[in-house]
């Protein structure tokens, strides 16, 4: 905004008549029927302003693919600051060092003739070596203090480029604006820790005694393993198809060792016909 100022006007050029016998158009209404106005803002960045845009299906969905993996980075985020996603220690000082890469990116790509779709590029570039360093852990054997400045710092700065350019992020996840969202909240987390509780359950193995040798041990764990997996079998699978259930809805449920999150996606679109 600093750079451009207010973008008032979106130039469309086209080389061929437009009509609705030839089919080459759609209009709004039916845009909306399967993307959404955040979409279409992210598929008009990733596109040179200068340049002739291609719509189609494809496009769009590549579109909606970029958000959602944005929607998700967030996510896990969000899980990570709340103590519910265990990692590896943090490297801090590599996180702010791609923070600054990018900022820095952005402007430059925002500087050239506002080339929105290498600015895209930093941000997912970010977002990438942020997913590198949350991934999954058992347990955390150091037992390391939660990086949440870096985190936050990263966040905010993707959140403000996000509402820099209109989109705003309301349909990958949930604000409690009013006492019905809050409320869904509060259900949804009572579901998957009601879930986890038993999954975790399902997935638990006794310890051998310590008077077993260690092999002996080893073996006795396995095969009471692979029995008790065989009698929990039937937990597992209801908690998988809970998850898949909910899938429909937009609720992605999202394992991680023996905890779970969970984010709000757009829902199937069949079930919204049915």
Known sequence: MEL??????????????M???????????????????DQFRMFCLRSRYRSAVEYSDNNMNE???????????????????KGQLLCEDIREDVLWER???????????????????RAVGAIMDLIHHG???LKAVTKQETGSPQSGVVFGAIVS???????????TLSEGEVTPENKHSAMLCSVIDELVSFRTKVRSFALAVPEAT?????????????????????????????????????????ITIKDRSTTSTWELSEPNKELEKS
């Open 157 to 167: 700065y993707i959140v403000e480029f996000l509402n820099t350019a209109g989109i």
């Open 99 to 117: 923070l600054a890469h990018t900022k820095a990116a952005v402007r430059a790509a925002c500087a050239d003739d506002f080339d929105t779709p």
């Open 19 to 37: 009509s609705k016998s030839l089919k080459n158009y759609i209009t709004i209404k039916d845009f909306l029927k399967e993307f959404s106005s």
């Open 210 to 250: 310590g008077d077993m040798l260690a092999e002996e041990a080893k073996q006795w764990e396995k095969e009471e393993r692979r029995r008790l997996l065989q009698e929990r079998a039937p937990l597992l699978q209801a908690c998988d198809s809970l998850r898949q259930d909910l899938s429909l809805y937009g």
């Open 4 to 17: 451009l100022g207010v973008i008032r006007h979106l130039h469309v050029k086209g080389s061929e008549k």
């Open 131 to 133: 997913n590198r360093q």
């Open 63 to 81: 579109a909606k693919s970029i958000l959602q993996i944005i929607y998700s980075f967030l996510s896990s985020v969000n899980a990570y600051m």
